[in-house]
Each structure stands twice: as structure tokens, then as C-alpha cells.
């Protein structure tokens, strides 16, 4: 038994040790591509060239720039951009998830991201919609499982506010405890959860093995925050990757030690051919 006992352990060790392995955030910079949304409509070829002189590979898709799926896939594959993942707005799934996993497949993507399930401008998700919500995340990330896809859920400011009528728990805390492991992972916008008032290096602790995607955007210094409600809306308030208020060394830090994989800027600012090359620059050279 002993002889067959220590390589089974042996291996079972050295699997452990993969696993507990960091991953280096500067080998997963990607971009949202909603971050050119000005450009694609108009030419996303070139758009997809601009891409590629940023150094960047792996990419998160919003839409396909108004080109059939499978068109919008060869021109990625031309231009040897990864897609990873989708945002696919939560009314989609529910009215049509079928048609979801085909374009899914079309795209190429492995994640299906939902980015957003209650109205961005809302003050908080309710405790009603979180429980709802959770339910039918499970049931559709069970499906999307069983085609090969893996259901995602991007975060924003509203979902980090304490509901009265459930012991002051946020909702957040209600879709990260009624949501399954294996169904759905979370997608963090940094500059969403701390303009909302939320502690993104908190919730990367809080929740554990939960968050495997980033988006990296900055909040301009001296921009308002409010809990619960995001109060970045006002032209300007989003900047360069590290120009802004938020602790990049540390959020990252936490990041790979909690094993987020993906790692995608979202320019909002307004003038993103310049900012987003800064941003690059600023996360390529960034030692932690």
C-alpha cells in the first residue's frame, strides 16, 4: 500500500502547489473593447489594429460593432486578438438564452459576463431582485456549464449597500452566498466599487476564489464618493490608469494572491486614444 500511497501524495502535493501559484497580472492585460466604442462603429478592422499596437491580446467584447458574430470572430482571429469573454446583458439570457450560447459559441469567448442586473443609476439592488437574481444566475451558469461556457457577473457601485430589511447585508453578499462556485464568478470593476464606496481590496479578501476578472479603470482625484450610490458620473471623473485615487500596487497585490486571472482596462475617460496607451504603460512597468 505505502508504495503506492507516497506518489499518489507526492502528486496530490505538487497539484496543490500549481494551483497556489500566483498569476503574474502583467501576462493577463487584455482590454474591454468597449473601451474604443467611438471607433469600432465606424471601422472595427482598423479599430482592432489600434488594438494591436497597444501590445495587447486577450480581449473582452461589447457587442460586435453591428457585424454577424462569426464575421466578428475571423476579423479577431486576423488580427490574433484572444476574445475571453462577453458582456450579455441579464435580459438576454433570460429571454434567450439558446440564442446567447449560440452567438457564445459564434464568438468564441469562454465567459458570458453580465454587466449589470439592476439599473446602473438605481441606489442599491434590492434585497427582492438579489435573491432573484441569484436564483436565475445558478440556473443559467448550470446550462451555460453544460454547453462549455462559464457565466460571469460584473460588479458596480449599488450592489455594495447595506439593505435594511436584511440585517443590513448587502447585496452583494446575498448573489456571493446564493450563487454557486462552480456557476458563476465575478467580474470586479475596480473604479465602479470604490466610486460606490466599496473597499476593493476588502471584497477581493471577503470573497475568495470568487473574483476571477478585473476591470482596471482610475478615479480622478477629488471626484466625489458616496456609499452605495456610484457618484462618478460627471465628464472627466475617470482618468489613466494610475493618474487617479485608487491603490493599484495593492489592489493587484490582492488580486493575484486571490487568483483573478484576467485582467481588462475599460477606458471611460474622454479621450481614450490617448489614455489608454498611458494605462498600458503604467500597468506593463508596475512592480508589486
Known amino acids: 500500500m505505502k508504495r503506492y500511497f507516497i506518489p499518489a501524495l507526492i502528486a496530490s502535493l505538487m497539484t496543490l502547489s500549481l494551483r497556489a501559484q500566483p498569476i503574474d497580472f502583467h501576462d493577463h492585460i487584455g482590454l474591454q473593447l468597449w473601451s474604443l466604442r467611438a ?41 490574433h486578438l484572444k476574445p475571453v469573454g462577453a458582456h450579455i446583458s441579464y435580459e438576454q439570457c433570460a429571454k434567450d438564452l439558446k440564442g446567447v450560447i449560440t452567438n457564445m459559441k459564434a464568438l468564441g469567448v469562454t465567459y458570458v459576463t453580465i454587466p449589470v442586473i439592476a439599473h446602473p443609476h438605481s441606489k442599491f439592488l434590492t434585497t427582492k431582485q438579489a435573491h432573484e437574481a441569484a436564483a436565475n444566475l445558478n440556473k443559467w451558469g448550470e446550462v451555460l456549464k453544460s454547453e462549455g461556457l462559464q457565466l460571469g457577473v460584473h460588479t458596480h457601485g449599488f450592489e455594495f449597500t447595506p439593505l435594511p430589511d436584511s440585517n443590513n447585508e448587502t447585496g452583494m453578499d446575498i448573489l456571493m452566498r446564493e450563487t454557486k462556485h462552480d456557476l458563476v464568478v465575478y467580474e470586479m470593476d475596480v473604479f465602479w466599487v470604490y466610486a460606490g464606496g466599496g473597499n476593493p481590496v476588502g471584497l477581493l479578501k471577503k470573497y475568495p476564489d470568487r473574483w476571477l476578472m478585473l476591470h482596471i479603470k482610475d478615479l480622478r482625484i477629488g471626484a466625489d464618493r458616496e456609499d452605495g450610490v456610484p457618484a462618478h458620473t460627471k465628464t472627466g471623473d475617470d482618468v489613466a490608469v494610475g493618474t487617479g485615487v485608487i491603490d493599484w500596487k495593492a489592489v493587484l497585490s490582492a488580486a493575484q494572491e486571490d487568483g483573478v486571472k484576467y485582467y481588462f482596462i475599460e477606458d471611460e475617460t474622454t479621450d481614450a486614444l490617448k489614455n489608454i496607451p498611458l494605462s498600458v504603460a503604467y500597468l506593463k512597468a508596475l512592480k508589486l
Open 39 to 79: 471607433q469600432f462603429p465606424k471601422n472595427p478592422s482598423g479599430s482592432m489594429d489600434l488594438v494591436n499596437t497597444y501590445g495587447i491580446t486577450e480581449i473582452e467584447t461589447a457587442g460586435t460593432a453591428g457585424l454577424p458574430v462569426g464575421a466578428f470572430n475571423k476579423m479577431l482571429v486576423d488580427h
